[in-house]
């Protein structure tokens, strides 16, 4: 794993924002669990599909689709927190709702290039905010940030919000991703402190 500074944040007037165990930064460190992939956006595409029903977008075609806009705190299992970030992408509802996908599927796996994967409830991506974001304060997002674009989910420890995503798919059984099967929680809820199995 590489890391960047970033890890010397602070505590103070706004302890209340700040999950159990979380210090704050201004800075936005970047952590990546093996080489960044270099994806372009001509050659980008994102695939969202269950067992029978599949759609896919190229990058025109899913930056055409409704962008919604969130500022949000963003919270790292490796203890920071970031206050007010903005984004602006496709919310998953959406991007579920125009695949034409399943609604009663209960978990989704998440793709991306590079091979990181990760797992979730589908409800953590549909009854709360959730974006597959391209924007990031207002500009593309950058490269070591999970651009050209990353799942957000941001009531979830930052690393559920897989960078340079490539695709969501639908499933009935739960599997564990890259983290999760390396002893991280299957969850990952910063308030609870579900930082690893067991937690």
């Not at 969202?48 to 990058?59: C, G, K, M, Y």
């Not at 991007?95 to 797992?119: H, I, K, S, W």
């Amino acid at each position: 794993m590489s890391v960047t500074a970033g890890f010397g944040g602070r505590r103070g007037d706004d302890d209340e924002r700040l999950p159990p165990g979380q210090y704050r930064v201004d800075d936005f460190p970047v952590l990546t669990a093996g080489p960044t992939p270099l994806v372009e956006t001509d050659s980008w595409a994102l695939t969202v599909r269950d067992d029978q029903v599949e759609r896919t977008w190229s990058w025109d075609e899913f930056t055409a689709l409704e962008v919604e806009s969130v500022t949000t705190d963003i919270h790292c299992v490796t203890h920071w927190s970031k206050f007010d970030t903005q984004w602006a992408g496709v919310s998953v509802a959406t991007l579920l709702d125009e695949a034409g996908v399943r609604d009663d599927a209960p978990y989704a796996q998440v793709y991306c290039y590079g091979g990181y994967t990760t797992n979730l409830p589908v409800e953590d991506l549909v009854d709360r905010v959730a974006l597959v974001a391209h924007t990031f304060d207002g500009d593309p997002l950058e490269v070591e940030h999970g651009g050209p674009a990353r799942l957000l989910v941001p009531h979830l420890y930052l690393w559920k919000s897989a960078k340079w995503i490539r695709g969501i798919r639908l499933v009935d059984h739960d599997q564990p991703g890259f983290w999760e099967s390396a002893g991280y929680h299957n969850h990952g809820d910063p308030w609870l402190e579900q930082r690893y199995a067991g937690d």
